[in-house]
Nanobody, 125 residues
Framework: QGQLSESGGGPVQSGGSLRLSCAAP????????MAWFRQDGGQEREGVVC???????KIADSVKGRFTASRDNAKSTMYLQMNNLEPDEPATYYC???????????????????WGQGTQVTVSA
């Protein structure tokens, strides 16, 4: 299996937008559900959104209406559009892949076997 690689993180002002990408060259992308997780310092890593190959999504209530996940199976790339970022939600964002669909794996950390290294998002007030 290939690696997962996140990009697009950086500083953003509160209320601003940012778009993250997760590239998966060499990965059997179209056969896996993909997800975004985030972690703030020593806190537990939390699931943000899971997206199936057909773009069916399962999204966390905390970001519903502000974050949107999408994927391009031909490019083996997943995206996370983040709007109206809040000052209390800076974090490292990770992409992950699972062998089962989102309706089964949900946003449970241990159900995702493949992980990227993360990209940092810093939200300033």
């Amino acid at each position: 299996q290939g690696q997962l690689s996140e990009s697009g993180g950086g500083p953003v002002q509160s209320g601003g937008s940012l778009r993250l990408s997760c590239a998966a060259p060499g990965f059997d992308f179209s056969r896996h559900s993909m997800a975004w997780f985030r972690q703030d310092g020593g806190q537990e890593r939390e699931g943000v959104v899971c997206i199936d190959p057909d773009e069916t999504t399962k999204i966390a209530d905390s970001v519903k209406g502000r974050f949107t996940a999408s994927r391009d199976n031909a490019k083996s790339t997943m995206y996370l559009q983040m709007n109206n970022l809040e000052p209390d939600e800076p974090a490292t964002y990770y992409c992950a892949a699972a062998d089962l669909p989102c309706r089964i794996v949900g946003l449970r950390l241990h159900t995702f076997a493949y992980w990227g290294q993360g990209t940092q998002v810093t939200v300033s007030a």
